[in-house]
C-alpha cells in the first residue's frame, strides 16, 4: 500500500509539473501539456488505479495550491479524472466462464481496448463541453465571448495595443480569421482531447509492458471494435450540430470525438487487412504518413470504422478465410 501511495504521489508531481509548463507560453509546452495524464496513468496501470487517483488528487491540490482555483479544476477534469478512469476499465477483468473464478489461473474476459477508445472520446467531449459554460451559456452569448478572448490573445501574442487594429503577418482578414477559430475551436479540442486521452492510454500501456507490470495480456488491437449503438449516436450527434446555438456546439463537440473513435478503428481496419500482404510496411506507413501530413485522409479512416461497426467488414473477411474473429456487441 504504501508502495501505491509513493508512486501516485509521484505520478501526480510529474503530471501537474507537465500541466503547469503551458504557464512558460513555449511552443514545446503545449505537447508537455498534453502529455500531463500520461504519468498517472502509467501508475494506474502498471500498480493499481488508486495509485492513478492519488495522482489526480495529488497533481491538483498542488496546481491549487502554486496556481489558483482555475489550475486545481482543470487539471482534475481535463488530465486526472480522465487518466484514472481509463486506468481502472484497462484492468478491468472478469471471468471468462461461470464458476471459473474460484480456479486458479482461470481465463478472464478483459476490458475490450474498443471500449477504452469509446471512454476516451467521451471523455475528450465531456472534457470540452464542462469548459464551454465558461465563454456563455447561450450559443451567441458563447460565440462573442470567445471572439473576443481570441482577439486579447492576438492582441497580446502581436504587442498590438487592444484598442489598436489587430494586424497579423500574412492574413489579409484577421477578424475572418479569428470568426473562424471560434467556431473550429470547440469541435477541435474535442478531437485533441481524444486522440491525446488515447495515445497516452496507449503509451502508458506500452511502458508498463516493457517493465514486465502490465497485469493483463496485450490486445489485439487490430480486432478492436466499436459497439454498433455508437454509429446511431454518431449519425444523431451530426444530426443535432446543424440545429446551431449552445445545443448544436455540444452536438459537434460529441460527434467530432465519436468520429475520431471510429478513425482509430479504421486504423485498426487498416492493420487487420494487410495482415498477409506483403507491401504491409509501405501501406501502413504511406497511411499514417498521409494522415499526419495532410490530416483529412483520416476522415476516410472515419468512414471505413464506421462502416465496419454497421457491416462487419472484418468479420466477413475472417470467416472467409477461415480464421476466428472478434464480434460487435
Not at 511552443?27 to 508537455?32: A, K, M, R
Not at 479569428?178 to 506500452?206: D, K, Y
Not at 449503438?229 to 456546439?249: D, H, R, W, Y
Not at 494487410?274 to 468512414?303: D, E, H, K, Q, S
Request: glycine share 10%; with cysteine.
Amino acid at each position: 500500500m504504501m508502495q501505491i501511495a509513493f508512486v501516485g504521489f509521484g505520478a501526480g508531481v510529474a503530471a501537474a509539473l507537465l500541466f503547469a509548463s503551458v504557464t512558460s507560453g513555449s511552443w514545446l509546452s503545449i505537447f508537455l501539456f498534453y502529455l500531463a495524464p500520461l504519468p498517472m496513468m502509467i501508475a494506474g496501470v502498471g500498480w493499481s488505479h488508486w495509485a492513478a487517483l492519488l495522482g489526480a488528487v495529488s497533481g491538483a491540490l498542488a496546481l491549487g495550491a502554486v496556481f489558483s482555483s482555475v489550475f486545481f479544476f482543470a487539471f482534475l477534469a481535463g488530465a486526472g479524472i480522465p487518466a484514472w478512469w481509463l486506468s481502472y476499465l484497462a484492468l478491468l477483468a472478469r471471468p471468462a466462464h461461470n464458476g471459473a473464478a474460484a480456479a486458479p489461473g482461470a481465463p478472464l474476459d478483459w476490458y475490450p481496448p474498443g471500449r477504452l477508445v469509446l471512454w476516451a472520446a467521451l471523455l475528450g467531449a465531456l472534457v470540452v463541453i464542462v469548459a464551454i459554460p465558461n465563454f456563455g451559456l447561450a450559443g451567441a452569448s458563447f460565440h462573442e465571448n470567445l471572439v473576443a478572448s481570441l482577439t486579447r490573445l492576438f492582441h497580446d501574442q502581436a504587442g498590438i495595443p487592444a484598442d489598436a487594429p489587430l494586424v497579423l503577418p500574412g492574413v489579409s482578414d484577421p477578424k475572418r480569421l479569428i470568426e473562424f477559430l471560434a467556431e473550429a475551436i470547440p469541435p477541435a479540442a474535442a478531437l485533441v482531447a481524444t486522440i491525446t486521452n488515447t495515445g497516452n492510454l496507449w503509451l502508458a500501456a506500452r511502458v508498463v509492458k516493457f517493465s514486465g507490470r502490465l497485469a493483463r495480456p496485450w490486445p489485439a488491437l487490430s480486432e478492436m471494435r466499436l459497439p454498433r449503438p455508437t454509429a446511431a449516436a454518431l449519425v444523431v450527434a451530426v444530426g443535432l450540430s446543424f440545429i446551431g446555438g449552445l445545443p448544436g456546439i455540444v452536438a459537434g463537440v460529441v460527434a467530432t470525438s465519436l468520429l475520431m473513435a471510429f478513425g482509430f478503428i479504421g486504423f485498426a481496419i487498416m492493420h487487420a487487412i494487410t495482415r498477409n500482404m506483403a507491401a504491409r510496411p509501405f501501406v501502413l506507413t504511406g497511411t499514417y504518413a498521409a494522415v499526419f501530413i495532410f490530416g483529412w485522409p483520416v476522415l476516410a479512416l472515419c468512414l471505413l470504422g464506421l462502416m465496419d461497426t454497421i457491416l462487419d467488414f472484418r468479420g466477413r473477411l475472417a470467416r472467409k478465410a477461415g480464421r476466428p474473429h472478434g464480434h460487435n456487441d
